[in-house]
Nanobody
Framework: VHLVESGGGLVQTGDSLKLSCVPS????????MGWFRQAPGKEREFVAALTWNTDDTFYGNSVKGRFTISRDNSTSTVYLEMNSLKLEDTAVYYCASGSLGDSPTFYDYWGPGTQVTVSP
């Protein structure tokens, strides 16, 4: 396992949830960290990304204004804070490490994913 995610679970619409991701080894940390998600029958979707050395953050259109990506450089941990959750946010959420971009092809290492389920 290259990256380890945690924090997924079952919540209701409007609730909040915070995911965490940390590389299992220092070698799996790359310039950028991203979060993607994949719902059943759908393609993997870009959620958010950041780099370790700048304050820039990037978001997919469907989560802008609701989700916040952040990092702790001292522990190499990346977080995804999700607010105002909607039914359509239900998916497996993946953490990834690689070059900055909004496509899975930019990222070299992945976590196994953590399930987020939003119920009515």
């Amino acid at each position: 396992v290259h990256l380890v995610e945690s924090g997924g679970g079952l919540v209701q619409t409007g609730d909040s949830l915070k995911l965490s991701c940390v590389p299992s080894q220092r070698a799996f940390r790359r310039d950028a960290m991203g979060w993607f998600r994949q719902a059943p029958g759908k393609e993997r979707e870009f959620v958010a990304a950041l780099t370790w050395n700048t304050d820039d953050t990037f978001y997919g259109n469907s989560v802008k204004g609701r989700f916040t990506i952040s990092r702790d450089n001292s522990t190499s941990t990346v977080y995804l804070e999700m607010n105002s959750l909607k039914l359509e946010d239900t998916a497996v959420y993946y953490c990834a490490s690689g070059s900055l971009g909004d496509s899975p092809t930019f990222y070299d290492y992945w976590g196994p994913g953590t399930q987020v389920t939003v119920s009515p």
